[in-house]
């Protein structure tokens, strides 16, 4: 390549939340409407980028670890490639990455990456560039439209959080929270629609949080939202991802029960089970309100299947505030969940906590967390068997003639037999296994 041609191929790399994953996509369709071309796989590609997570450590060791591999290959291959680093390493470390990686001529933050295209001009002149603003801006705005999603589609309708609990990152890496305006989401929604998605996640770090106004001018939620959306023909299944128990409002409760579209799923995570721990934590809910939440959704929607995210060894965690971590667990029955060793974050208020629990009692602690899960994701996909569902198919299986898909309770499925993806199959459930289920095909609504 010479330095001042657009790169011909990219590639993006995701790590970390759906969020990302979303932002990843974005930026692959914003280089694509440039004419720079997808790399095909195992090729090394002109332009990489390296779309970061900063929820947990090493994430930035991984990043300047990913800048040496990609700078090796380049040396190899007689032509290194342009590296950009996005993400939320990019927000919280972006100038000390500058400095120390020479290699990297980009870095943008995740409410920046729509000025990618111009930071990609700068480099090819051999221009570095860091663009880390959280402008009021909408980025959304700045990108191309989606033309073509798989039947399984993301839409960021929130960003951001104030909710600052005392570990977390998010606040300062993502900014405040911001809603994307009704008719936008709507508008997406319909494109998303029509490129191919038969069903829309709702992401938000914060996404229960959402707020806008309807095309009378009315202040909406989003339970409103969701209703407005199951309205679109073509859309068959909708859920949301990351809510807070703070946010979790009557019309949300409701609309498990009355929307059919909304699928029979709640990830709400908990983060611990002692209220000393939810204090320290800043989590604004006690064991006994969350609890009390989930039987008001149950009521609500009785198949609802639960999820949530768990963090061992906060600082000052005792063995008695971990045991009832553990009862909560036992009392949830959760179908899946997310757990995690607490990792001190710079700039927030828990690593500079006196306290901090051994790597040892830590690790011993998730372990034990994560085998009560596991026993009840089993159980859960046990009790499945001889459910007769739908499932939404969005994959090949290994071998010829198998699909995998998603039931409404977000298990993964498969099955032998007719159909393709993006259809939604009937399917008896016969077999399950700790990660995914065996199912027969009943009958396949065509794509
Ligand atoms: N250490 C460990 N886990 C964390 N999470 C967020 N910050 C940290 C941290 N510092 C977890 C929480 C959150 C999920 C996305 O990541 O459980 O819900
Ligand atoms: Fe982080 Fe808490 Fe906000 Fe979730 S609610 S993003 S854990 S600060």
Not at 50 to 61: D, F, P, Q, V
Not at 90 to 111: F, K, L, N, T
Not at 340 to 350: E, I, L, M, N
Not at 359 to 386: H, I, P, T
Request: with cysteine; net charge neutral; charged share 25%.
């Amino acid at each position: 390549m010479k330095s001042s041609d657009l790169p011909r191929t990219y590639r993006v790399k995701s790590f970390g939340c759906q969020m990302n994953v979303y932002d990843g996509e974005r930026m692959a369709e914003l280089l694509a409407s440039r004419g720079i071309a997808r790399a095909a796989d195992g090729e090394e590609a002109d332009l990489v980028v390296l779309n970061t997570c900063h929820i947990r450590e090493k994430a930035a060791e991984k990043v300047y670890s990913d800048i040496g591999r990609i700078t090796k290959a380049g040396r190899k291959a007689g032509r290194q490639p342009l590296i950009a680093v996005a993400g939320c390493v990019a927000q919280a470390e972006g100038e000390e990455i500058m400095a120390r990686a020479p290699a990297v001529s980009m870095v943008v933050g995740p409410q920046a990456y729509h000025r990618l295209p111009e930071l990609l001009d700068r480099a090819t002149k051999g221009q570095r560039a860091t663009e880390i603003d959280l402008p009021a801006l909408d980025k959304f705005a700045a990108l191309p439209e989606r033309r073509r999603v798989g039947p399984a589609a993301f839409l960021t309708v929130q960003e951001g959080c104030d909710k600052f609990c005392t570990y977390c990152v998010v606040p300062y890496t993502r900014g405040a929270e911001i809603s994307r305006p009704y008719h936008h989401l709507v508008n997406e929604a319909r494109r998303l629609i029509e490129a191919g998605a038969r069903e829309i996640t709702l992401l938000g770090q914060n996404v229960s949080a959402w707020a806008g106004e309807d095309e009378q001018g009315r202040a909406v939620g989003l339970a409103d939202l969701i209703r407005r959306l199951a309205r679109e023909d073509g859309l068959e299944r909708i859920r949301y991802t990351t809510s807070h128990p703070a946010d979790m409002d009557d019309n949300l409760i409701a609309a498990h029960g009355e929307v059919a579209k909304l699928m029979p799923f709640l990830h709400l995570p908990v983060q611990a089970g002692s209220n000393r721990v939810l204090k320290a934590m800043n989590r604004s809910h006690t064991a006994e309100s969350y609890l009390r939440l989930l039987e008001r959704f149950r009521a609500a929607r009785p198949d609802l299947a639960l999820s949530g995210d768990f963090i061992v060894g906060f600082p000052g965690e005792t063995e008695a505030e971990f045991a009832q971590t553990l009862a909560l667990v036992d009392e949830v029955g959760y179908a899946q969940a997310f757990s995690f060793k607490y990792s001190p974050r710079p700039g927030t208020p828990a690593a500079t906590m006196p306290e901090q629990v051994s790597r040892e009692v830590a690790d011993d602690r998730l372990a034990r967390l994560q085998a009560a899960l596991n026993r009840d994701q089993m159980a859960f996909n046990k009790a499945s068997v001889g459910r007769v569902c739908e499932v939404l198919v969005d994959r090949k299986g290994k071998l010829p003639g198998q699909w995998l898909g998603k039931s409404p309770w977000l298990q993964s499925v498969w099955f032998e037999g007719e159909a393709q993806i993006g259809d939604i199959a009937r399917v008896a459930l016969v077999e399950a296994g700790a990660n995914s289920l065996a199912g027969r095909l009943q009958a396949s609504v065509a794509a």
